[in-house]
């Protein structure tokens, strides 16, 4: 098992209590870092998180957010700034899901899809650009999906906001990269969480079939991928996408 040591690094983890993003969370724990883990509303998952890594309850901070409000974002960033003088890391893990097909699909449905997986993104990443900048150094990784390049019908609104957040990190990528801060993707296949338990399981079938491996990956192996990108093993590694699907 590669280990890493992240020992005296603050690393923030939005979507950081349930599912892809507490595997992401407390593998950054379990390799000495501070965490930041933002959750949009699910308090009890959060203080299940929390009590199930106590041991790590002194490197470990939970924060309310919907990343979607840009105002909240600011506010929260500007917390941040009291509490640490640099971020060493940002993990763009918080995303919904609201399938419905194009003829069917709510202007509603369609926004709030786009406003938390895209423009959230976008909020979150420029104001931790700022805290980045003048250290140079950073890390940002964005949790995307293979529906972004490959697209799954019923999920254009959820589509749309993960090619986003690809060409999102392309171009950003561009423009940080002299003060040697990495932005990339993982692209997570069908990993065995809450986020594709409530699909019918004929259609979890069918997508077991979609893998070469023939089953659903963990939250633990994207975890693993996420560390690997936000280390210095990493560091000549940028604007690209790191696919975790099982061969989807």
């Given at each position: 098992?590669?280990?890493?040591?992240?020992?005296?690094q603050?690393?923030?983890?939005?979507?950081?209590?349930?599912?892809?993003?507490?595997?992401?969370?407390?593998?950054?724990?379990?390799?000495?870092?501070?965490?930041?883990?933002?959750?949009?509303?699910?308090?009890?998952?959060?203080?299940d998180?929390?009590?199930?890594?106590?041991e790590?309850?002194?490197?470990?901070?939970?924060?309310?957010?919907?990343?979607a409000?840009?105002?909240?974002?600011?506010?929260?960033?500007?917390?941040?700034?009291?509490?640490?003088?640099?971020?060493?890391?940002?993990?763009?893990?918080?995303?919904?899901?609201?399938?419905?097909?194009?003829?069917?699909?709510?202007?509603?449905?369609?926004?709030?899809?786009?406003?938390?997986?895209?423009?959230?993104?976008?909020?979150?990443?420029?104001l931790?650009?700022?805290?980045?900048?003048?250290?140079?150094?950073?890390?940002?990784?964005?949790?995307?999906?293979?529906?972004?390049?490959?697209?799954?019908?019923?999920?254009?609104?959820?589509?749309?906001?993960?090619?986003?957040?690809?060409?999102?990190?392309?171009s950003?990528?561009?423009?940080?990269g002299?003060?040697?801060?990495?932005?990339n993707?993982?692209?997570?296949?069908?990993?065995?969480?809450?986020f594709?338990?409530?699909?019918?399981?004929?259609?979890?079938?069918?997508?077991r079939?979609?893998?070469?491996?023939?089953?659903?990956?963990?939250?633990?192996?994207?975890?693993?991928?996420?560390?690997?990108?936000?280390?210095e093993?990493?560091?000549?590694?940028?604007g690209?996408?790191?696919?975790?699907?099982?061969?989807?």
């Amino acid at each position: 098992m590669i280990t890493y040591d992240f020992s005296g690094q603050n690393m923030l983890v939005t979507g950081g209590t349930r599912g892809i993003g507490r595997a992401i969370s407390e593998a950054f724990l379990r390799s000495g870092a501070r965490v930041f883990a933002v959750y949009a509303g699910n308090r009890k998952a959060a203080e299940d998180f929390a009590a199930a890594n106590a041991e790590h309850g002194d490197r470990l901070s939970l924060h309310q957010l919907d990343v979607a409000d840009y105002g909240a974002v600011e506010r929260f960033y500007q917390w941040l700034d009291r509490e640490i003088e640099q971020l060493h890391g940002l993990i763009n893990n918080a995303g919904i899901r609201q399938d419905a097909v194009v003829g069917m699909m709510s202007l509603q449905e369609w926004q709030s899809v786009l406003d938390t997986n895209l423009t959230g993104v976008y909020a979150m990443s420029k104001l931790a650009i700022h805290k980045m900048l003048g250290r140079r150094y950073g890390r940002i990784i964005n949790i995307t999906s293979p529906s972004g390049e490959l697209g799954f019908a019923g999920q254009a609104n959820y589509a749309a906001s993960k090619a986003g957040q690809i060409a999102f990190a392309k171009s950003l990528a561009r423009e940080v990269g002299k003060r040697k801060i990495t932005v990339n993707c993982v692209s997570p296949g069908f990993i065995d969480t809450e986020f594709i338990a409530n699909l019918p399981e004929q259609q979890l079938a069918a997508y077991r079939q979609m893998v070469d491996l023939k089953r659903f990956g963990t939250a633990r192996e994207v975890a693993d991928s996420v560390l690997f990108l936000a280390s210095e093993e990493a560091s000549y590694i940028t604007g690209a996408t790191l696919h975790v699907t099982g061969g989807v």
